[in-house]
């Protein structure tokens, strides 16, 4: 069985701060890793991926994200926050043989002026 | 290239009624999968066709079904609903297992 863990479910960051999101799973075969954002009434739009080639991945805007497989870990980051990146934000995990996705239970950042 | 494609997009139901949602995939995916989203469960995997197939299916009761046709298109019904589907159901569409998921703006559903 795979899981995720989002840890808080609430970051605020100040505009031009570093974003830290964070996120740990359980897998039992090597797995896949994503980052989705969701803004408000829209669908999960892709922000970077893993899948077991380099273990920084880089992503859309300006977002990347580090596989750590002794911690179990796909945390997020992004050097600077920008208002735009005000967003729900979804960690999920999958097999990559099996496309179903778990996903954690989401973490919403907002950023401050 | 067009994203993917949910219709409705919004939907008022009462209890005991049944519901069909559509979704279009990306041109030349195969694989569609389903989800459900709800503020007390987050996203849920409902159930994924590839090849007008059923290839893999969550933890829901039978009330929720699905179907693929020859153009990758794919239908999900819900019947006799209750208050607690009222959701956000979301569908994406993948060229295939291993390949990353795109998803369409949702289907809202409230059940009254």
């Not at chain 1, 740990?24 to 669908?43: E, H, K």
């Amino acid at each position: 069985a795979q899981s995720v863990t989002q840890l808080g479910s609430h970051v605020s960051v100040s505009e031009g701060a570093l974003v830290l999101l964070r996120c740990n799973y359980s897998s039992s075969v090597p797995p896949y890793l994503f980052w989705y954002v969701q803004y408000p009434n829209q669908g999960l739009q892709l922000l970077l991926k893993y899948t077991s080639a380099a273990t920084l991945v880089k992503g859309i805007n300006g977002f990347e994200a580090e596989f750590k497989k002794s911690e179990t870990s796909f945390h997020l980051t992004k050097p600077s926050a920008h208002m735009s990146d005000a967003a729900q934000n979804f960690c999920a995990v999958s097999s990559g043989a099996n496309s179903k996705l778990t996903f954690g239970k989401g973490i919403t950042l907002s950023v401050r002026p | 290239k067009a994203g993917v494609t949910q219709t409705p997009r919004y939907l008022i139901k009462t209890r005991g009624q049944q519901v069909t949602l559509s979704c279009s995939p990306i041109s030349g995916h195969r694989s569609v999968s389903w989800y459900q989203q709800t503020p007390g469960q987050g996203l849920q995997f409902l159930f994924e066709y590839f090849s007008e197939t059923q290839r893999n299916k969550g933890n829901f009761p039978g009330r929720f079904s699905g179907r693929q046709f020859s153009n990758s298109r794919s239908e999900m019904n819900v019947s006799t609903l209750e208050l607690g589907d009222s959701a956000l159901y979301l569908c994406a569409s993948s060229q295939g297992f291993e390949e990353t998921q795109y998803f369409g703006p949702g289907t809202r559903l409230l059940v009254l």
